[in-house]
């Protein structure tokens, strides 16, 4: 596994290649795309360390705690 930081454009395949499996994902559809939020190292019941947001595959930001 390749330790660095996400950045904005990066495919959910770079992204897992540099973080493996999440340990949650959430996804919304919407009328014209579909958004997920991938999180990371969970430091309380429904509290991560580390969230990635994509919109149609493609890292549009992230969040750490």
Known sequence: MVKGDPWQGATQEMVQIMFGQPADVSTRV???????TWKYQPIARSRYALKIEFEDGRCVGWQTA
């Open 30 to 36: 919407h009328k014209q795309m579909t958004s997920q």
